[in-house]
């Protein structure tokens, strides 16, 4: 079955470093997020990208973070200056409309910022 | 704002019996509805979707959507303590927007 692969699957990080989450999404989806859970909490949506360009984002979403498709098949999220509340598990997801319609989440990044 | 409500348990069931998750949503025009589990530190994993008024089988798990109320619910028949996890609702609108989920429901299966 097609996967969602996430790297690092564990990162910290000290307050005030940059870090970039990858992933790599399934082969023939077009539609890529990020949402993060912060320990106890729901699954909160970051950003939605397709075609090369961001298509929705949240509030969460502000300056410190990006998104890139530097390459076919790599999908990234880069948080700068990251500060202690941005220790969260991150989920990277693909979409097609073919299929069950259901996201294809990946195992996901575990931030650590100390 | 789109909220999406689920009691947040745990919810627990023995062996064996029928476990009955539910999950209310504000957005009238929320379109497609997704159940989704999650392990303690794990991604979540798709269970069940439905898009239309009614219930849907898949193996132990039958999913049932009510618009007229914004309802939807997730029952799990026969539960096994593998089946212990939190069960995240999940809603979105048309096309390719993103998904808004519950916060969950902790189920426990005793063995």
């Known amino acids: 079955e097609p996967e969602v692969t996430q790297t690092p699957s564990h990162q910290v990080t000290q307050m005030g470093q940059e870090v970039i989450l990858r992933c790599v999404p399934i082969?023939?989806?077009?539609?890529f997020y990020w949402y993060r859970q912060i320990l106890g909490q729901k699954v909160e949506f970051l950003v939605s990208?397709?075609?090369?360009?961001?298509?929705?984002k949240s509030e969460i979403f502000d300056d410190q973070f990006s998104v890139e498709r530097p390459d076919g098949s790599n999908f990234t999220l880069k948080i700068r200056s990251t500060k202690l509340e941005d220790s969260a598990m991150y989920f990277c997801?693909?979409?097609?409309?073919?299929?069950?319609?259901?996201?294809?989440f990946g195992s996901g990044t575990r931030l650590t910022v100390v | 704002q789109k909220e999406v409500e689920q009691n947040s348990g745990p919810l627990s069931v023995p062996e064996g019996a029928i476990a009955s998750l539910n999950c209310t949503y504000s957005?009238?025009?929320?379109?497609?509805f997704f159940w989704y589990r999650q392990y303690s530190g794990k991604s979540p994993e798709l269970i069940m979707s439905?898009?239309?008024?009614g219930d849907k089988e898949d193996g132990r798990f039958t999913a049932q959507l009510n618009k007229a109320s914004q309802y939807v619910s997730l029952l799990i028949r026969d539960s096994q303590p593998s089946d212990s996890a939190t069960y995240l609702c999940?809603?979105?609108?048309?096309?390719?927007?993103?998904?808004?989920f519950g916060k969950g429901t902790r189920l426990s299966v005793i063995a």
């Open positions: 997801a693909s979409y097609s409309f073919a299929g069950d319609y259901g996201y294809t």
């Open positions: 082969s023939n989806h077009l539609y």
């Open positions: 990208f397709y075609n090369n360009e961001i298509s929705e």
């Open positions: 957005d009238r025009v929320s379109q497609s």
């Open positions: 439905i898009y239309s008024n």
């Open positions: 999940a809603v979105k609108d048309s096309g390719n927007t993103p998904l808004v």
